[in-house]
């Protein structure tokens, strides 16, 4: 495998992401365009993306909120709160030709690093029941079966604490 740089995405790269979100997820579960420029705009410095060459072959993002659950308010024009202590994990997308290869890893952790770095308390997302093995191997915690019925899947609840010392709080 080539080289794969992770970096932020830039605005006029927005549209290629999009396509990427759309080949990897079904037409009533992907953003929309819209729902990209306001992860852009707002959050910015959580919207990664990975390239091989010229080529981009995946990205993550999300938005701050002080929601403790992924509703089905999160997706498309989500009411999202600019400086919440939770992050909601919204895309997480590796272009098919490209998947087993580590790079979903690599941008999980970019965004983990940078929630950990922005002072986040904890990152909460839903999956598919297929991808909870890749979120636990990365510290995520199951936490039951989503009330969400976004893009008519069945998702599940997962959620990973950052910064909090257990023995504190307990």
């Known amino acids: 495998m080539s080289a794969v740089k992770i970096r932020l995405i830039e605005l006029e790269e927005l549209d290629e992401a999009i396509a990427l979100e759309q080949r990897c997820y079904t037409p009533e579960a992907a953003a929309t365009l819209e729902g990209f420029h306001t992860r852009y705009n707002h959050y910015r410095s959580f919207f990664w993306s990975a390239w091989i060459g010229e080529q981009l072959v995946?990205?993550?993002?999300?938005?701050?909120?002080?929601?403790?659950?992924c509703g089905d308010e999160m997706k498309g024009s989500h009411a999202d709160q600019l400086e919440g202590s939770h992050f909601c994990i919204l895309t997480v997308a590796v272009d098919g030709n490209h998947r087993r290869q580590g790079?979903?890893?690599?941008?999980?952790?970019?965004?983990?690093?940078?929630?950990?770095?922005?002072?986040?308390?904890?990152?909460?997302?839903?999956?598919?029941?297929?991808?909870?093995?890749?979120?636990?191997?990365?510290?995520?915690?199951l936490r039951g079966l989503s009330s969400s019925t976004h893009g008519g899947i069945i998702w599940y609840e997962m959620s990973r604490d950052l910064h909090r010392m257990k023995h504190l709080t307990e």
């Not at 995946?58 to 659950?69: E, K, L």
């Not at 929630?115 to 990365?138: R, V």
């Open 103 to 141: 790079i979903g890893v690599m941008l999980l952790r970019k965004l983990v690093e940078q929630c950990q770095t922005s002072g986040i308390d904890s990152i909460i997302l839903m999956c598919e029941k297929h991808l909870i093995p890749f979120y636990e191997a990365e510290h995520f915690e």
């Open 58 to 69: 995946g990205i993550t993002n999300g938005v701050r909120t002080n929601q403790t659950a």
